[in-house]
C-alpha cells in the first residue's frame, strides 16, 4: 500500500467531507485514514486503483485532487 496526502478543492463543510469519503470508500483498493475540508488522507494500491481514478472519483464527487505528497510516484 502506498501512503497519499491529497489537497482538495471546492470542499467547505462536514457534507463535502462525506461526500469525498464516500466516494473514496468506494474504490477498490483505498483505504481512507482521514478526510478533512480541503485534504485527505489515504493508503492505496497503485496497481489496483492507478492515482488518475483516485483524481476521477473525487472530480466526480465535485472537487478537484492534487497530491501533496509523492507527486512525482503518482505522475
Ligand atoms: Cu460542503
Redo the contacts with the bound molecule.
Keep these: 500500500m502506498q501512503h497519499l496526502t491529497l489537497h482538495i478543492d471546492g470542499?467547505?463543510?462536514?457534507?463535502?467531507?462525506a461526500?469525498v469519503e464516500k466516494a473514496l470508500s468506494r474504490l477498490d483498493g483505498v483505504h481512507v485514514r482521514r478526510v478533512d475540508v480541503g485534504s485527505a488522507e489515504i493508503d492505496y494500491d497503485p496497481a489496483r486503483t492507478p492515482f488518475a481514478q483516485i483524481r476521477q472519483a473525487i472530480d466526480d464527487a465535485g472537487y478537484t485532487a492534487r497530491p501533496v505528497e509523492s507527486a512525482e510516484r503518482v505522475a
Design positions: 470542499m467547505s463543510c462536514g457534507h463535502c467531507v461526500r
